[in-house]
């Protein structure tokens, strides 16, 4: 089975500080996805990511940014946090246009 | 014209009834149409999918049912289980690289016993 992995289920950070979410998937996909996920407004795309050193923007990117230098690791990046980008993040990953693979997602508390 | 909207928002059905959701989108271009599960503290499964040149696809007791000249698509759970009970997601997605899934708003299921 493919195995998304994101390095902390629960993250607690300060107003202004940099936020690394990584994501790690062990079964050389080459499509890599961030989404947050929020009551009441379902999944939203921030930035994802279809090769290496690739990305491209979603629905939500503001505040946000990615990294992808192997193709196994997609890390998300809150350049200064802010209240308002608390909220469970998820990653996934996925081959060619088929189904995705999410992970169990990070819970961010941004104070 | 990139939105994927789901009602009901929640939905509360009894042990073995039949538990209906129902999406609705605007791009024609779309030609993936993913239903995801998504049970407390884990991320969200895909359970069924269907592709626009079939009107129906059953797995079990899931089964998608879709209109392509009404834009709309349905999961319909059979004889709904309290393991049912969960958040269901659909999306929708242009099958070509560099595009990913939009996804509706969820229906939050509860099966009471």
């Known amino acids: 089975d493919v195995k998304v992995t994101q390095s902390s289920r629960y993250l607690v950070k300060r107003t202004g500080e940099k936020v690394f979410l990584e994501c790690v998937q062990d079964?050389?996909?080459?499509?890599m996805f961030w989404y947050r996920q929020d009551p009441g407004l379902g999944l939203r795309l921030i930035y994802f990511?279809?090769?290496?050193?690739?990305?491209e923007k979603g629905d939500i990117p503001e505040g946000y940014s990615v990294s992808r230098e192997k193709k196994e690791r997609f890390s998300l990046i809150l350049e200064s946090a802010s209240t308002n980008q608390t909220s469970m993040y998820l990653c996934?990953?996925?081959?060619?246009?088929?189904?995705?693979?999410f992970g169990s997602g990070t819970r961010l508390t941004v104070v | 014209q990139q939105q994927v909207k789901q009602s009901p928002q929640s939905l509360i059905v009894q042990k073995g009834g039949i538990s209906i959701i129902n999406c609705a989108y605007e791009?024609?271009?779309?030609?993936?149409f993913p239903w995801y599960q998504q049970f407390p503290g884990k991320g969200p499964a895909l359970l069924i999918a269907?592709?626009?040149?079939?009107s129906e696809k059953k797995e079990g007791r899931f089964t998608i049912s879709f209109n392509k000249s009404a834009k709309q698509f349905s999961l319909h759970i059979m004889d709904s289980q309290p393991g049912d009970s969960a958040t269901y997601f659909c999306a929708a997605m242009i099958g070509q690289a560099g595009t990913a899934l939009i996804f509706g708003k969820g229906t939050t299921l509860s099966v009471s016993s």
């Open positions: 996934a990953s996925s081959f060619a246009n088929n189904g995705y693979t």
């Open positions: 990511s279809y090769d290496v050193k690739m990305k």
């Open positions: 079964m050389d996909h080459e499509n």
């Open positions: 269907i592709r626009p040149d079939v």
């Open positions: 791009n024609t271009a779309f030609d993936y």
